[in-house]
């Protein structure tokens, strides 16, 4: 909880504090009035330059005054105490405000500018009977309104040049209302002090006095969200939520009566009451300035600063950076402004390099960041910049602006994922306090201390919250999350840019709007120029996946009447734009290339006098991404006007010709159709050993071969031995690419339902199927047996060796970044002759590597980096593997092409697994759904929420009783029955889960981020659990010794590795020089007299080989690089990834030596 001010303003506060205790708005005011009725309260600048009309205390109390009694004679508030206000903002608006809460109504503004439409739902959602309307705009009124509403006037106020009119609906409905869907937590501050039962006393009266909020002088205003978050919301706002809010700022500000605050927020924006009672209850002038002179920027700053000397203003950044920089730092904040204060508010705050470029040389005003909700009546927190970091050189990545502190009997907490409130970390933010309590929409009552969720996130760290942005304010693409403020930040740090808005269109694309800065108008070749150059300096300081898909210039911002960012006007724009790009396309065969060639340079931003790229060119290699190549489709698309179904696939596969011909098939009647399919085909792809890059694709290999035996090795000792039957799926013969817009949609209804209908026979045929049918057999020293335990390592006997065990290097492979999966082997041929290593890296590569020399049979380059570990297909034809940009990718065995890609909607860093009874695999994903797919089919057969939290680690199959164990980083373990997808049982582990859950005939075993070691029945009990000294991100590795004596081992961050038996005692554990973050592989070593060992990796590069049976060390052996990847074992060669770049492989020998190994 982020309670209490700063120290070195305690003393204000408690004055705030005393006299927040006592009083509702307009008494605040009444007190300033009597003892500074002659001092101007209030001046109002007319649209006529130099004209302007004022009024002193005296003036305005008298005349709220008589307004007061106008409506004590001519209203009857039976059903509630409300007046609300059609008017613009004038000299005479404090008193029409001030006479509604003295008659003890709230007042209500409605926008004179708004929808008919929304006025009148506005109307009637806040029940109002009597509205204060402008005399000049009655008319108005009555035309936009008598649609929906009876009006009748009531009374002439000639002396505030209103009119007070009583409506009555004529249509009770006028639109739904929204129900309240607001995350609230709601808490009884009561109940966390002392004395349980005078607090519930206390509390009931609270619940008593908001249930009544209709009641005379409880509320003082209601107003309506701007709705730039979701849907606007009704928030009703009782004076002792706001009076705090008010004398706080007072303080902070240090107001006095020689202060002139602007009023630059409009009336229905909630910052406007702030502004309009922080003045007028500190003796200051408030300057109303009209809406159209606001419109005019440097007319407003002459007004403001030169005509009237404002000292205060609270505004938007995006209405400060109207004035443009010329302005700002010759007038605005220039060294003789008369701006004292500015505080900055309502949208993301921007960077201290923007405020820097603000401030003119010798500027002293003070900055202020503030932050609210008007659920919660406008700001919560406040932070004052500190002067010394408005003059230092501050780098970029230091330049967030912490949300500061909070305001007087304000509370603020943060809130994760898990709903647990955290003090480090990231999380939303919540606002509420005991008086600090709004009711939105319907509500009749809510709980003291009710907590509001702001759909803010921020960033916890040293004490300070750090804004992140709104979570609807950021989009995921490719599996990654991007922050649209970080974009528009580092937008506005470039030197040709003055302003920009970064808006989301369509969900997934991204648009920077850009106000050059110190341009005329562009012309059309400039603009382009000027775009381009853009996009090349935000890649300098951006990642990839949060490049801009279009920069539209544009001469200045649209304002929605709050002033605030107006994203539909830009997006209306851009689309306009896209629309005229459209009705220029041409069609021809010459300008289908030549346009080809030209969006080519656009997108890897190339300037247009880059030559002709070549037709071999690939899109990958040239310096082109999985965004880029999005990007490329969706500009080719709009060049023609047309959707091109499989662009995607080729311009990431293929050469610039193979983009040609894919459009001409597509986009032109084929009359030559067989020369371009010929020429299509006619390239072979060879990899070019120097570059290693290109997959191979020879077209003799396009059809695949029938293999009869493979066994494959995997990460913590799992080994399995297929046997292909002959009704084996086969690919057809030619590329039989997949189709990216359908992943696996079109068919998955049907295939549901027969998946459903067919699987309990299959379940039953399973134990009769046939050797000929049977996928799984023993692996190959025939340790797993009988096949309940497939994929567990069962070594044999341990026996005393006199054998010295040493490595040495084998081959090595570069894979241009750092790998952190884990190696798939794969053994085929009739004696086990032919051995391939597949593995992925961060440089998006996936190798096929020759066991036995360190060839590169193929690779392939994918969407994003690859953490995964691969699995093969139950036919063989096929690896799988999980990539950071959502996607799964199915290859093929023989030359690494793409057979299918399925998308999740976020990173699959979790390895699939295989169920060798369905043919399905299964893999999870951040998304937090566990995928089953049908590999031959391309077909997803089912998906399964799993309760919140990422799936992160590899599922596991148990083969009796059937069950899938997923563990997530929500914290959970998940039983599932993978044949009739419904969870079994569910246990919550208390911290995230990364290690992969393992399994034994009679439990599974998973480790924990707390450090334990946990032990579950296959019924959910929990049997024990183990504790290490440090977090597990390790999986755990069975072991079995004998039909009846099996082990645990698993490594932890405490730098040990621990051996257990199923019962959770400690036969061993061993100490290594780092943590253990790599599953350990257990295996039998023919050369060491069959002897029973275990390979760890520490995250140093160390490896140690350890006897099982006594975690006595064997011996070790050292990496050049930090290791997270898991060793895999195959006879004598040991593999694995290194964060140095390289996959390794090691031949382990053995020489004869004396030694007493037990």
């Known amino acids: 909880m982020l309670e209490a001010a700063v120290d070195e303003a305690a003393a204000r506060h408690a004055v705030a504090v005393e006299e927040a205790s006592s009083g509702r708005l307009h008494e605040l005011v009444l007190r300033v009035a009597a003892v500074q009725g002659a001092r101007p309260a209030v001046c109002s600048e007319r649209e006529a330059p130099g004209v302007s009309v004022s009024y002193s205390y005296s003036q305005v109390v008298n005349l709220g005054n008589r307004l007061q009694q106008v409506l004590h004679s001519h209203c009857d508030f039976a059903h509630g105490y409300v007046v609300g206000l059609y008017c613009q903002p004038t000299v005479n608006l404090p ?118 909020f209709q009641r005379h002088g409880f509320l003082a205003y209601i107003l309506q969200t701007s709705g ?31 202060d002139v605050i602007f009023m630059a927020s409009p009336l229905t924006f909630d910052p406007s009451v702030v502004e309009m009672f922080v003045a007028l209850c500190s003796g200051a002038t408030l300057l109303i300035i009209p809406p159209v002179i606001k419109m005019m920027p440097k007319r407003l700053a002459n007004v403001l600063f030169n005509q009237h000397k404002v000292s205060i203003m609270q505004a938007t950044p995006t209405l400060i950076k109207r004035f443009g920089p010329e302005v700002l730092t010759s007038v605005v904040l220039s060294a003789s402004t008369s701006l004292r204060v500015l505080a900055v508010g309502g949208e993301a705050f921007p960077s201290l390099n923007v405020l820097k470029s603000w401030r003119g040389e010798g500027n002293k005003t003070e900055i202020f960041n503030l932050y609210g909700i008007t659920e919660v009546s406008s700001w919560a927190t406040y932070y004052k910049i500190p002067e010394e970091s408005l003059c230092s050189a501050t780098p970029l990545h230091e330049e967030c602006v912490p949300l500061g502190f909070p305001l007087l009997g304000t509370v603020l907490d943060v809130v994760d994922n898990s709903g647990q409130v955290i003090h480090e970390g990231k999380g939303q933010v919540f606002i509420g306090g005991k008086e600090r309590v709004c009711l939105l929409d319907n509500e009749k009552a809510v709980c003291p201390g009710t907590m509001r969720a702001t759909g803010d996130w921020v960033i916890v760290k040293d004490g300070h919250m750090y804004y992140i942005g709104r979570e609807d304010n950021q989009i995921k693409r490719h599996g990654k999350r991007v922050n649209l403020e ?86 209306q724009i851009y689309e306009e734009q896209a629309k005229a790009k459209k009705s220029d396309c041409i069609v021809g065969r010459k300008e289908l290339w030549e346009g080809i060639q030209r969006l080519w340079k656009v997108v890897l931003s190339l300037p247009d006098d880059f030559p002709d790229v070549s037709e071999n060119c690939m899109f990958l290699y040239n310096g082109g991404d999985s965004l880029k190549a999005l990007r490329l489709t969706e500009e080719i698309e709009t060049f023609l006007g047309q959707t091109l179904i ?12 193979d983009i040609y011909n894919h459009i001409a098939n597509i986009f032109f009647e084929a009359t030559n159709k ?58 057809k013969e030619g590329k039989e690419l997949m189709d990216p817009e359908l992943n696996g949609k079109k068919r998955e209804e049907d295939y549901s339902f027969k998946l459903s209908e067919n699987m309990n026979a299959k379940i039953l045929e399973n134990e009769k199927m046939s050797d000929k049918n049977s996928y799984l057999e023993s692996t190959v020293n025939k340790v797993i047996e009988p096949p309940d335990h497939a994929g567990m390592f069962i070594p044999e006997v341990c026996v005393v ?132 797919l049908d590999i ?40 599932v029955n993978p044949d009739t ?45 183990f504790s290490t000294g440090g977090p597990i991100f390790t999986s755990p590795c069975i072991c079995r010794f004998s039909p009846t004596s099996q082990k645990i081992i698993c490594g932890s961050h405490d730098c040990f590795v621990y051996c257990l038996d199923e019962v959770g005692s400690l036969m061993w554990k061993f100490e290594t020089s780092r943590q253990v973050y790599a599953v350990p592989f257990v295996f039998t070593n023919y050369n060491l007299d069959n002897r029973t060992l275990v390979a760890v990796i520490s995250t140093d590069g160390n490896l140690w080989l350890l006897a099982a049976a006594t975690g006595e060390l064997v011996t070790s052996y050292s990496l050049p690089g930090k290791v997270f990847s898991s060793p895999v074992l195959w006879k004598e060669a040991l593999i694995v990834g290194c964060r140095n770049n390289f996959v390794y492989c090691l031949e382990m020998f053995a020489s004869e030596q004396e030694n007493n190994f037990g």
């Open 674 to 731: 067989e020369d371009i399919d010929k020429n299509y085909r006619k390239r072979k792809r060879i990899k070019d050993e120097s570059a290693g890059s290109q997959p191979k694709w020879n077209e003799n290999q396009l059809s695949t071969a029938t293999i009869s035996n493979i066994t494959t090795i995997s990460r913590g000792s799992h080994i399995m031995k297929l046997k292909i039957a002959e009704n084996c799926p086969h690919l």
């Open 95 to 212: 008193s029409c405000i001030l006479g509604i809460l003295q008659i003890g109504a709230a007042f209500c503004p409605i926008d004179p500018e708004n929808a008919p439409h929304f006025s009148a739902n506005f109307i009637q959602r806040c029940k109002l009977t009597y509205i204060l309307i402008q005399k000049d705009m009655i008319q108005k009124f009555r035309d936009t309104q008598s649609k929906w509403l009876n009006i009748e006037v009531k009374h002439d106020v000639p002396a505030l040049n209103v009119v007070l009119v009583k409506v009555q609906r004529r249509v009770t409905n006028v639109d739904s209302e929204p129900k309240n869907k607001e995350n609230v937590i709601c808490s009884k501050i009561g109940g966390l002090r002392e004395g349980s039962s005078e607090a519930a006393e206390e509390d009931e009266r609270h619940v008593h006095k908001y249930s009544d």
């Open 801 to 932: 060796s006199s054998r010295r065990v040493t490595f040495k290097v084998r081959w090595k492979s570069d894979t241009a970044k750092c790998v952190d999966a884990s190696p798939l082997v794969v053994i085929s041929g009739d004696n086990d002759s032919d051995g391939t290593v597949y593995i992925g890296s961060h440089s998006h590569r996936i190798q096929a590597i020759d066991l036995l020399s360190g060839r590169i049979r193929w690779e392939r380059i994918l969407g994003d980096r690859i953490e995964s570990s691969a699995c093969i297909s139950r036919c063989g034809n096929f690896i799988i593997v999980g990539c950071y940009d959502g996607s799964v990718c199915v290859l093929r065995v023989s030359d690494g092409q793409t057979y299918w890609i399925f998308w999740t909607e976020d990173s699959v860093k979790s390895s699939p697994v295989m169920d060798s009874d369905l043919g399905l695999v299964f893999v999870g994903s951040h998304d937090q759904h566990l995928y089953a």
């Open 228 to 258: 730039t978050t979701g849907t606007p919301k009704i928030v009703r706002v009782p004076h002792q939520c706001i009076v705090p809010n008010i004398q706080h700022l007072r303080t902070i500000f240090k107001v006095s009566s020689d």
């Open 981 to 1025: 997808r419904s969870v079994v049982w569910k246990h919550f582990c208390g911290k995230p889960l990364f290690s992969s859950p393992q399994c034994t005939v009679q439990n599974v075993f998973v480790g924990c981020v707390d450090g334990s070691l946990q032990c579950f029945s296959h019924n959910g009990d929990q049997l024990w659990q």
């Open 486 to 571: 970080r974009i528009q930040q580092v937008a506005e740090s470039l030197k040709q840019v003055e302003v920009s808005v970064v808006a989301k269109y369509d969900q997934v694309k991204l648009i920077l709007f850009v106000v050059p800065k110190g341009i005329p108008k562009l012309r059309k070749g400039e603009t382009t120029n000027f775009c381009r150059d853009i996009l090349l300096d935000l890649e300098k300081s951006l990642s990839s996946h949060e490049i801009p898909d279009h920069v539209v210039e544009i001469d200045s911002v649209p304002l929605t009447t709050h002033g605030k960012v107006d994203r539909t006007t830009l997006i």
């Open 646 to 657: 499989g662009l995607t696939e080729v311009i990431l596969n293929g050469s610039v010709l």
């Open 936 to 975: 031959p089919g391309k077909v997803c057969a089912w998906k399964l929420y799993c309760g919140g939290g990422a799936v992160f680690s590899t599922p596991c199959l148990n083969k009796s009783p059937r069950r899938l164990y997923i563990a997530t980083l929500g914290e959970s373990l998940v039983a």
